[in-house]
């Protein structure tokens, strides 16, 4: 060894293992808090619970008859499905305008017009042949090799 280098190996003194700590065991009685009042929280949340429970039960007939057909409700519904509808409608021509519009400024070159009429085209003559096999109208028959 040369002065001044540290030899290759060098002891640790930790110790391997760890010692274990004692764990503390919470007595029942922390468990259940009590209020500054003295109540559990076991009996105020059933109380609360149970007064919940009481005050829908008292909902009276007229409250439950916004619920029928005739009941405002039901009119708001109705006005939720025109309002559905009339959003379907702007997102679907919304939808349609943005696909196309790419497609019309193609259709002004010639070059990439003819490509455009081919692609459509056999597009929809796959999509025939396909729904003409799935409803069985074609007149293909296969005959067995055997």
Known sequence: LKPGTPPKTTAIDKPVLIPQTECQVTPERELTQVSSSGFSRFVVVGAVSMGLALLLMEADVQKAL??????????????????????????????????????????????????????????????????????GVTDFTYTYGY
């Open 66 to 135: 916004a619920l029928g057909p005739e009941g405002p409700l039901m009119e708001e519904f109705w006005e939720n499905v025109r309002r559905y509808a009339l959003y379907a409608l702007t997102v679907s021509t919304g939808a349609i305008y943005t696909i196309f519009q790419p497609i019309l400024e193609l259709l002004k070159n010639p070059i990439s017009a003819i490509l455009i009429l081919v692609i459509m085209g056999g597009s929809l003559y796959i999509v025939s042949q396909i729904l003409s096999a799935m409803f």
